[in-house]
DNA sequence: AATATTTGAATTAACGTTAATCTTGACATA
DNA sequence: TATGTCAAGATTAACGTTAATTCAAATATT
């Protein structure tokens, strides 16, 4: 049999309600019982049943965090800065994956509102005209989107600035002379497609050029899809001198198309990428890339969780996180 | 007010009961009924409490996963692989990290079994000389160590052929001529390094040659630690013809150090990793490495620990999952 | 017609905890 | 002495479910 406080209570002959009064330290209680009750429940091995704890005190202490994908170096980054700041408050974690679907997505959601968390971390699958938004506004625990927003509930998001990042990488590019930059973009559903693709536009915009569609390819982000795109330009004939990718993955597998067709980065083809993710650096060449600050992203989404769970009147707002361009060895400027 | 089982009751005219067994699709409800309460529930939204649920039936469909270090890309591959068996038979995951300290594992184990997780995976912070045993064997459910073991209890982990795999890595580089193999190793309170040694010397036993200690480091396997332990056995001179690591991210490190040693790989230097990451094959020249089965070492723990949940008299025992060396542009065969 | 079975549901008692309200005895105060 | 205060603890009633038991009416069986 499990040891409970009715276990204890009876091993030490104080009432239950007594036991459990010493064992949250409550007050009211002479030191020499709490002492005794304390060393009883030691003795026995006493787990408290935070289950039934939670039927009383609505106070959880658990939240739900819904990734697109728990194997993409991205999220786990940000999920770790999730944890760091859930830990220091206390909160534990019940995790799932998207999947990149709605549906599922849903079902996580109602499955942990089951399981009663007192809020929400969600890395939504679709963004851009998602069909969610009344299931999100009507939710009874409050949530941050991480990285990306939904369309209507932008007020929920902590974002990174991408239409500036993305801006930034093509500023670069087309101040630097480039004419012909093949842009492997990301899936059309996310927002950071959408603002990293408007940050493209306004940079041509800047320079008085129209962004050549041919140019443009939306993909689903894997190395595959960004050696496969590059394979395919130089296949159609198509001239580029640079490579700007929706992240650094889709430019891993860029700069293994553009070394099997011996062009050299940066002499041949300036390539930058997107993320900043570890290995980035370590690619030969080094890679440049857009820093997103990642683990802060987790840990302010957990910080402003936080402060709504323990305020439900605080009115939701944006937070936008800056990013930074970086320049490598995968650029001519360094 | 939430709605509960109550308000449906009442809402409807039915005792808390019948509308409980309807919900459950439990039998001996007539088929009207059933339809009025369903519809009845739909329409106030109802969502069932299911912590409340769990205090009378003690299957919560929970499990606790704690990993080393949630933003290593190794455990997130094999952290999709529970995700995803554990969605298939309906259990949720509470997460956390044990940040590779046994204090913080222990603290972790008892906060999820006060949340009363049917189970759990565990990739244990130490391994060899673990101060955990006691504590892991007096566990109250059953738990599967993923990837690594602990002294006493191999028979609840789930392994990938740690020493065949740095074995068949040794066979090849010895076989190949090479007599100054720098060893990248990992850290030494872990399983795996123990076993991975092991493997190493046994393929020096076979050559009948005596390992060099001055060739072997135990680094905590981060990139950095290859880049400076090339960098540094370069420096001081000595000489070596291969690199083999203790994983990938090691090896990232040392052809960075390599490559601005103006060292050609696999020419001057053949490298070896271990895992097969999946950024390992885009590296420049591409990784060989030990691939290791990391979704599906995720997916067989969470298969292993489902089999004993139901099954509480099952023995346990170890698991050893096959491990394959994939030869890539790192080394001369390929 | 008397009895047994079946169907559909209500009642009751838990599960382990916590919050609110009582109780008791010791001591202090006027 | 009568009354008040306080400390330390007991009692009771929840929280939202589920399982076991009970009940009444309808139907079937002899």
Redo the contacts between chains.
């Keep these: 049999m499990?040891t409970t406080l009715k276990t204890i209570a009876k091993a030490t002959g104080f009432s239950i309600n007594t036991v459990s009064r010493v064992l949250r330290n409550d007050t009211r209680i002479s030191n020499e019982t709490s002492v005794l009750i304390k060393s009883k429940a030691e003795e026995l091995g006493y787990?408290?049943?935070?289950?039934?704890s939670?039927?009383r005190n609505p106070r959880?202490k658990?939240i739900g965090?819904i990734s697109a994908?728990?194997?993409?170096?991205f999220f786990?980054?940000v999920?770790?800065g999730i944890?760091e700041k859930a830990?220091e408050s206390g909160y534990?974690?019940?995790?799932?994956?998207n999947e990149e679907s709605e549906e599922k997505e849903k079902h996580l959601v109602?499955?942990?509102?089951?399981?009663?968390v007192e809020g929400f971390i969600i890395m939504p699958s679709h963004g851009k005209g998602s069909s969610l938004y009344d299931f999100y506004a009507a939710l009874?625990v409050p949530y941050i989107f991480a990285g990306r927003y939904i369309d209507g509930l932008e007020n929920h998001s902590v974002l990174h600035n991408d239409e500036e990042g993305e801006k930034s990488v093509f500023e670069y590019l087309l101040s630097a002379g480039h004419r012909n930059i093949l842009y492997l973009s990301g899936p059309e559903h996310i927002s950071n497609t959408f603002d990293r693709d408007m940050g493209m536009r306004k940079a041509y915009e800047n320079h008085s050029i129209a962004p050549d569609s041919r140019y443009i390819f939306h993909l689903p982000g894997h190395?595959e899809d960004g050696y496969q795109a590059v394979n395919t330009a130089i296949n159609k004939g198509l001239p580029f001198t640079a490579i700007a990718c929706f992240n650094d993955i889709l430019a891993?597998?860029a700069?293994?198309s553009l070394?099997e067709n011996d062009l050299s980065v940066p002499r041949d083809v300036e390539v930058i990428g997107y993320d900043n993710l570890?290995?980035s650096q370590?690619?030969?060449p080094s890679l440049s890339t857009v820093d997103v600050p990642k683990?802060r992203l987790g840990y302010v989404a957990m910080e402003i969780l936080e402060n709504h769970i323990n305020n439900p009147d605080l009115d939701f707002r944006t937070e936008n996180l800056p990013v930074r361009l970086i320049f490598r060895d995968s650029t001519q400027e360094r």
């Design positions: 499990r787990i408290p049943d935070a289950l039934a939670s039927m959880t658990t965090v994908d728990l194997s993409n170096p786990s980054e999920i770790k944890e830990e534990q974690m019940l995790m799932g994956n109602k499955l942990f509102l089951s399981r009663k009874p190395p891993m597998g700069m293994k070394q570890l290995f370590f690619m030969q683990h």
